[in-house]
Nanobody, 119 residues
Framework: QVQLVESGGGLGQSGGSLRPSCVAP??????????VIWYRQAPGKERELVAS?????TYASSVKGRFTISRDNAKSTVDLQMNSLNPEDTAVYYC?????????????WGRGTQVTVSS
């Protein structure tokens, strides 16, 4: 089963930066056709979409202007550059890859990477 692997979380300070990364080693050439989404889930809260990249790029209003999602199809990676961090960004960040056609449906997840922002 194809898995996604997140890394690059950790402890950051308010106003600082972190850059989590997601790699999808099992997709190869087909990675470029996937929509890749970063979600996050804070303690006691529902999982929420942070940013996505596919045919278009979208951001949650709470991160727009602070976070940037980028992908490297040759390396099958999607990074999330997080700037101007604040404690409300503390959460487990998950990577999700999706594709749907008449013949195949893909919905793969990583196990998450913890991001903790201190005030």
């Amino acid at each position: 089963q194809v898995q996604l692997v997140e890394s690059g979380g950790g402890l950051g300070q308010s106003g600082g930066s972190l850059r989590p990364s997601c790699v999808a080693p099992g997709f190869g050439f087909t990675f470029r056709y996937l929509t890749v989404i970063w979600y996050r889930q804070a303690p006691g809260k529902e999982r929420e979409l942070v940013a996505s990249t596919g045919q278009s790029t979208t951001y949650a209003s709470s991160v727009k202007g602070r976070f940037t999602i980028s992908r490297d199809n040759a390396k099958s990676t999607v990074d999330l550059q997080m700037n101007s961090l604040n404690p409300e960004d503390t959460a487990v960040y998950y990577c999700n890859a999706q594709f749907r056609s008449s013949f195949v449906t893909i919905n793969a997840w990583g196990r998450g990477t913890q991001v903790t922002v201190s005030s």
